[in-house]
């Protein structure tokens, strides 16, 4: 008796065909639906950030919530911290400290990452600092912000996703 065990190998050809042309739509679509989430934490977190800015301007016209540490001015954001000022707006070295991604300021030049070990915050000068969400698959993304000063004081800001996220 000739019976037929397994199968035979047009049969497996077939099936491994189909398997990969479902892979080739799925993959990026899925590596594409997956970027975009992060992304839109990053515009998440440049909200919240603008928020922030805001409320810490409004504070900043309170005369009791102002703190002068070694000429430099510090506002009361909240019941428990203070941030680094210049003028009326946030310092770029408070900007993952304020968001809650940082336990202080950040070093000029120094990059940290987050304690949950989601985010890289990085204060690049008194001009600019950022924020990546790490492993962000094949982009270069990032929250930035960036400073405007007049006679060392900060006149305006930019908060901005910078590099290439999908906008």
Request: glycine residues 6%; charged residues 20%; contains cysteine.
């Amino acid at each position: 008796m000739n019976e037929k065990m397994g199968f035979s190998l047009l049969e497996l050809t077939f099936v491994i065909v189909v398997l990969s042309i479902l892979a080739m739509f799925a993959i990026p679509e899925y590596t594409k639906t997956h970027r975009e989430a992060k992304v839109a934490v990053l515009t998440d977190l440049r909200g919240k950030l603008t928020n922030a800015v805001d409320t810490l301007k409004t504070a900043s016209n309170i005369a009791s919530r102002k703190q002068v540490i070694n000429g430099k001015t510090y506002v009361q954001y909240d019941v428990r911290q203070h941030y680094l000022v210049s003028g009326k707006l946030l310092h770029p070295s408070e900007i993952c400290h304020i968001l809650g991604l940082t336990s202080g300021p950040l070093v000029e030049g120094v990059a940290v990452t987050s304690s949950d070990g989601m985010y890289t915050c990085k204060n690049e000068s008194p001009k600019q600092s950022w924020v990546k969400m790490n492993k962000l698959e094949s982009t270069d993304c990032a929250l930035a912000y960036i400073a405007h000063y007049h006679n060392e004081i900060i006149t305006t800001v930019d908060i901005k996703l910078v590099g290439d996220c999908l906008e």
